[in-house]
Nanobody, 123 residues
Framework: VQLQAFGGGLVQAGGSLRLSCTAS????????MGWFRQAPGKEREFVAG????????LYADSVKGRLTISRDNAKNTLYLQMNSLKPEDTAVYYC?????????????????WGQGTQVTVSS
């Protein structure tokens, strides 16, 4: 499956952004999806994951209550609604996919990756 993430940009602290990730090449609903991020000099970290049906999601503690992952299988698209953004949310955000029925938090568990989209939050 090929993934393409977009929607990043520059936003002030407290603002909002919505990231999207479109999938092509395979049946989107066969894949668990995740969002990860990587800040300069840091390792790639899990942000959120969602099951194939969208009925269950998992969030990193640092983003709970502010970021919301969702998916539209009819549109082959994954979303990340980002509210109340903080400067520490600044990173390149990646979408990722893995076949199966449950999400994992380790980057190595995911087989397919989008190219990343930059999110910069100014203070």
């Amino acid at each position: 499956v090929q993934l393409q993430a977009f929607g990043g940009g520059l936003v002030q602290a407290g603002g909002s952004l919505r990231l999207s990730c479109t999938a092509s090449g395979r049946t989107f609903s066969n894949y668990v999806m995740g969002w990860f991020r990587q800040a300069p000099g840091k390792e790639r970290e899990f942000v959120a994951g969602i099951t194939w049906s969208g009925s269950s999601a998992l969030y990193a503690d640092s983003v709970k209550g502010r970021l919301t992952i969702s998916r539209d299988n009819a549109k082959n698209t994954l979303y990340l609604q980002m509210n109340s953004l903080k400067p520490e949310d600044t990173a390149v955000y990646y979408c990722a996919a893995r076949p199966g029925s449950y999400y994992y938090t380790g980057p190595s568990e995911y087989d397919y990756w989008g190219q990343g989209t930059q999110v910069t939050v100014s203070s």
